[in-house]
């Protein structure tokens, strides 16, 4: 059991310390596009999951990615009795399987440019 509490705080750590770095670039990826005809995005990350009209001319264009991630099971064994007549007894925690989605979200105006963007999950 203390082998998945070190596992698991190892990789919230790991999870931490990159998500900054992946953040920034995450941002310098959805800014890039600002300015461009949407035409561009599409043609790059191909059509939106949704698309909503903004009520101002514009549209809302929105990518959804869905991620999983199982983290291997764990069997520990522990032995009782004295070496002549030994008992075992093995434990097994089933891998935990975590499921996240990532949205990209673009504002365009009614000339069809990209004035915004938003994002969630990386």
């Not at 514009?58 to 959804?64: E, K």
């Not at 089933?94 to 969630?120: E, K």
């Amino acid at each position: 059991m203390k082998k998945i509490a070190i596992l698991l705080i190892l990789v919230i750590a790991v999870t931490s310390i990159t998500s900054c770095m992946t953040a920034e670039k995450m941002n310098e990826i959805m800014s890039s596009w600002k300015g461009h005809h949407f035409s561009d995005l599409i043609a790059a990350w191909g059509p939106p999951q949704q698309t909503l009209d903004d009520g101002q001319g514009g549209r809302i264009m929105t990518w959804t990615e869905t991620h999983s991630y199982t983290a291997p099971g764990q069997a520990t064994t522990q032995s009782y009795g004295v070496l002549s007549n030994p008992s075992y007894h093995t434990t097994y925690t089933p891998g935990q399987t975590h499921t996240w989605t990532n949205t990209r979200t673009f504002w365009v105006d009614s000339n069809g440019i990209i004035t915004r963007w938003a994002w969630r999950g990386l």
